[in-house]
């Protein structure tokens, strides 16, 4: 019989409670009781992940041109 905190049939509907409400991995397998790998892997199996942003699109938003005067409001000049 497989151990009661990786008995994925029995923490499922937790599991997928907590996913919907936002919570982060972390924190569903601190309330689960199972360990972050285990949770990874759970949310894996059930089909749960969240859309990731696009690398360019993350990194574009970031980098915007300073405003005009702003180097001499840095170097205050």
Do not use: F, N
């Amino acid at each position: 019989m497989a151990r009661p905190s990786l008995d994925y049939d029995r923490i499922a509907p937790a599991v997928r409670k907590l996913h919907a409400g936002g919570s982060s991995v972390r924190a569903i397998a601190a309330k689960v009781g199972i360990s972050v790998g285990s949770a990874h892997a759970l949310i894996g199996q059930i089909g749960l992940v969240r859309p990731v942003a696009g690398k360019i699109d993350a990194c574009t938003k970031r980098r915007r041109p300073l405003p005009a005067g702003a180097c001499l409001e840095i170097g205050h000049v």
